[in-house]
């Protein structure tokens, strides 16, 4: 099993800028990918953004591409999220999910993220 950890939320007002870690420990040589996912109140679950881990190729979401850059360090298996000009549309609970082939993991094994909360 892979334990994941979030950390990085917190409140900030608009046009400002967060960066979001996820570190990764236990078993994480199977998984090939990782992504972030947020999910805020009364809405669904929307992707984020994902990263390959052996090309580093990059994926976003129509709402954050331009604006956020995810990253990886292999060494210290941790995924960031580097958030630029943040909107209050960006108000939820970012989690960080692995990803093994084209699968992603079940939300019921997902960590317990981080609050965004984005101030007008």
């Known amino acids: 099993q892979v334990q994941l950890v979030e950390s990085g939320g917190g409140l900030v007002q608009a046009g400002e800028s967060l960066r979001l870690s996820c570190a990764a420990s236990?078993?994480?040589?199977?998984?090939?990918?990782m992504g972030w996912f947020r999910r805020a109140p009364g809405k669904e679950r929307e992707f984020v953004a994902q990263i390959t881990l052996s090309s580093l190729n990059t994926y976003y979401g129509n709402s954050v591409k331009g604006r956020f850059t995810i990253s990886t360090d292999k060494f210290k298996n941790t995924v960031y999220l580097q958030m630029n000009s943040l909107t209050p549309a960006d108000t939820a609970v970012y989690y960080c999910?692995?990803?093994?082939?084209?699968?992603?993991?079940?939300?019921?094994?997902w960590g317990q993220g981080t609050q965004v909360t984005v101030s007008s």
């Open positions: 999910v692995p990803r093994r082939g084209l699968t992603w993991s079940d939300s019921s094994s």
């Open positions: 236990g078993d994480t040589s199977s998984i090939s990918g």
